[in-house]
């Protein structure tokens, strides 16, 4: 099974992220100061790269820090795609906060099919696999629903965009409506915000403006957990041509079924 193989290469991926926290300085990206990389990212990518290759040398992978390599040589695209976020919250593995995740996704026919999420500062991988459920260990996971936001906590992952204010003030706004109605709010800005919700912490988890390895993984996790995952307005998300994705801004909104439809209430009251 896939999720065999993304639990072993998380678990040395995990590894190598421990041994680097509290050792790195962070470089920020050209273009978007929100946007961090360290030498953990570079290496930590390196190492899932090639454990995919020595695995599965017929399926493209696309890493945030590498970017796409496709191994299909005949142009025509490959059935599977390795989605890869070396550090997931570089910002707050560079800052010494345990709140990061290393995340490995895989698209079959452009539709999450398997995925997993390590959290090496909690020495806790998630797994999951298209129709075979998702785990903690041997602990099969299942999102908690409820009727109500007022007795959850919700997660918002939220970045300022200093290139557009007025943007991140109309997101603050719907923050707030959110807030109003949950038992409260949480930010971590990072998969493990989705972990929470795996174990049923968290009731609910969104974010407008993410990148594709910040969504496949998570994707499958959260499907096969019970859980609903769209964008943030409750729309599929699109993850065909994969490889070309690198610049796409994705957003979603996941849940359980009745706590996604309070929260979707929420965000269409506010457009």
């Given amino acids: 099974m896939f999720s065999e193989f993304i639990g072993r290469v998380l678990a040395r991926a ?151 204010p007025e943007r991140t003030r109309l997101e603050c706004a719907v923050l707030a409506e959110i807030a109003l109605r949950a038992r409260n709010v949480r930010i971590s800005n990072s998969a493990f915000d989705v972990a929470m919700l795996l174990k049923g912490g968290y009731g609910a988890v969104l974010n407008q403006r993410t990148r594709i390895w910040d969504n496949v993984a998570q994707h499958v996790l959260v499907e096969e957990a019970g859980g609903l995952y769209t964008s943030f307005f409750g729309e599929p998300l699109d993850y065909s041509r994969p490889l070309t994705r690198g610049e796409t801004t994705y957003s979603y909104c996941a849940a359980p079924p009745m706590l996604h439809a309070a929260v979707q209430r929420v965000i269409a009251a506010q457009r």
Avoid: C
């Avoid at 920020?28 to 946007?35: F, T």
């Avoid at 390196?46 to 945030?64: R, S, T, W």
């Fill in 14 to 164: 995990a590894e190598i992220a421990r041994h680097h926290s509290g050792r790195v300085s962070a470089m920020v990206k050209a273009g978007d100061q929100n946007q961090v990389v360290t030498a953990a990212d570079l290496e930590v990518g390196k190492q899932i790269i090639a454990a995919i290759q020595a695995a599965y040398p017929e399926h493209a992978i696309l890493d945030e820090e590498a970017g796409a390599l496709d191994a299909v040589s005949d142009g025509t695209g490959a059935v599977f795609t390795w989605v890869v976020d070396p550090i997931d919250g570089t910002s707050n593995f560079a800052a010494g906060v345990p709140t990061y995740a290393i995340m490995l996704g895989l698209l079959r026919d452009n539709v999450p099919y398997a995925g997993g999420l390590a959290l090496p500062a909690f020495g806790e991988i998630y797994v999951a696999e298209r129709g075979h459920g998702a785990f903690l260990a041997d602990y099969r996971l299942k999102v908690r629903d409820e009727p109500s936001l007022a007795s959850v906590l919700v997660a918002y992952g939220l970045d300022g965009a200093a290139d557009a």
